[in-house]
Nanobody, 121 residues
Framework: QVQLAESGGGLVQAGGSLRLSCAASGRTFRTYAMGWFRQAPGKEREFVSCISWSGGSTYYADSVKGQFTISRDNAKNTVYLQMNSLKPEDTAVYYC??????????????WGQGTQVTVSS
C-alpha cells in the first residue's frame, strides 16, 4: 500500500551539505509521522530523526542535533533531511520509514530502499 523511495545521496566533502528526499506513495502519508535512520558499515541501524504528521514536532538523535534538519511537504508526499556540516562519520546508508504510531513509539512499518551518503575527508 505504501511505497517509499529515497533520493539525494551521493559523495560530498567534509563540511559540505546534502539534502535527502523521501517520496511516498499512498494517500495515508499525510496522516503519519516519518523517520530517518542510517546504517554505517559494521554498525547497527541508528535512529536519526523523526517528524510528526503535521510537521509541528521534530526529534533528533543527539549525534545530529544542530546539524541535520527534518522537514516535510505533505502536498508533495515528501519528507526531507537537510544535512549540513557533514563529517566522515556521517557516512552511511540512509533510510526513511513510516512511523505508524508517531515519533515516540518504535513502530516503523514501511521502509525505503536506502540512499548512500559518503563523506570524504
Amino acid at each position: 500500500q505504501v511505497q517509499l523511495a529515497e533520493s539525494g545521496g551521493g559523495l560530498v566533502q567534509a563540511g559540505g551539505s546534502l539534502r535527502l528526499s523521501c517520496a511516498a506513495s499512498g494517500r495515508t502519508f499525510r496522516t503519519y509521522a516519518m523517520g530517518w535512520f542510517r546504517q554505517a558499515p559494521g554498525k547497527e541501524r541508528e535512529f536519526v530523526s523523526c517528524i510528526s504528521w503535521s510537521g509541528g514536532s521534530t526529534y533528533y538523535a543527539d549525534s545530529v542535533k544542530g546539524q541535520f534538519t527534518i522537514s516535510r511537504d505533505n502536498a508533495k508526499n515528501t519528507v526531507y533531511l537537510q544535512m549540513n556540516s557533514l563529517k566522515p562519520e556521517d557516512t552511511a546508508v540512509y533510510y526513511c520509514a513510516l512511523a505508524r504510531n508517531g515519533c515516540r513509539r518504535n513502530d516503523y512499518d514501511y521502509w525505503g530502499q536506502g540512499t548512500q551518503v559518503t563523506v570524504s575527508s
